[in-house]
């Protein structure tokens, strides 16, 4: 299979072009390669190439940005991804295009399935949706993957802001009011083969399995950092409430926690719990001497 990656340089796109490259001819395309504010560059930049699946990874992701650069972001998240269904289609390509748990309002109290009805609160939630909706809109045989909580080894995340935060501090905060379910990028890379292999298409939630706040993933990580042998200043996460982030412009989703049933019914695979992510991704790629206090 021939596979082009867009938005290479991501938390996500490092990780497939890294893994994929070992068993599929895959090119990954940088930002520097492929901008999706310009379309013509895209369009330009992907007729050279022939590949038989194209994953878009990349978007605009900074929330409350995209709330002062409404066009921006529609350009970005909505208008770029129907252009790469279209070519996709030309191609007779498919399209994996990565979305987000935020086109929920988080009003439910039960985890979200691919068929609830979205409601997004801020600009970057509505421009995601209708990426979404303009993807599916070329092709439903495409795939629009929702992701939440994306960490691991290729960008910094929430998780390697925690343990600097306790190796520099006494004290560590993090909001104890707002739920969803991290995805580990190791793991997404292996889902999506299974996705895949499966013809997965329409709309596929995919995360690490179990609720949690920011608050009690910071507290697994820094729990997991010191049972390690990592040391840290600091040993508790202090809460926060959603109220107490003055800074943020954007509206934020209190309960995004997505529902993986559809994922585990077509690949019989059930995504394995966000606290032994957790564990294998500090055990693998956190340096003992990097946050050794100084």
């Known amino acids: ?36 504010c310009k379309l013509d560059q895209v369009r330009s930049g992907l007729s050279e190439h022939d590949f038989d699946l194209l994953i878009n990874c ?11 650069h409404r066009e921006e972001a529609f350009l970005i998240n909505a208008q770029a991804p129907r252009l790469l269904a279209e070519i996709c289609a030309e ?31 801020s600009v970057y939630a509505e421009s ?8 599916l809109a070329v092709s439903p045989k495409n795939l629009v993957v929702r992701l939440s909580w994306v960490f691991g080894p290729d960008k910094p995340s929430f998780i390697d802001q ?26 997404v890379a292996n889902w999506l083969r299974l996705a895949l292999n499966n013809e997965a298409r329409g709309i ?23 049972a ?14 959603l109220s107490d982030m003055k800074n943020f412009v954007a509206r934020r989703p209190i309960y995004t926690v997505l529902s993986t049933a559809k994922f585990a019914a077509l690949t019989g695979v059930q995504p394995r719990h966000w606290r032994e992510a957790i564990a294998e991704y500090i055990s693998a790629h956190v340096s003992k001497n990097e946050y050794d206090p100084l």
């Open 1 to 36: 299979m021939k596979i082009a990656i867009v938005g290479a340089n991501g938390r996500l796109g490092a990780v497939l072009a890294r893994e994929y490259k070992r068993e599929f001819q895959a090119r990954a395309f940088a930002h520097d390669e492929l901008d999706l």
């Open 91 to 121: 191609k007779s390509a498919k399209l994996i295009h990565i979305s987000t748990d935020y086109v929920f309002d988080g009003k439910q109290n039960a985890p979200y399935m691919e068929e609830d009805l979205p409601a997004p609160l």
């Open 58 to 68: 990349a978007a605009l992701t900074n929330v409350d940005y995209c709330e002062s």
């Open 128 to 135: 995601k949706l209708a990426g979404e909706e303009e993807v």
């Open 162 to 187: 925690v343990i600097q935060r306790a190796r520099e501090n006494a004290t560590v905060t993090a909001v104890a009011d707002k739920f969803s379910s991290p995805s580990y990028t190791i793991d």
């Open 204 to 226: 596929l939630h995919l995360c690490n399995s179990g609720a949690c706040s920011w608050q009690e993933w910071a507290q697994c990580a820094i729990d997991v950092c010191r």
């Open 228 to 241: 390690a042998g990592i040391r840290l200043k600091a040993g508790q996460v202090e809460a926060l409430s």
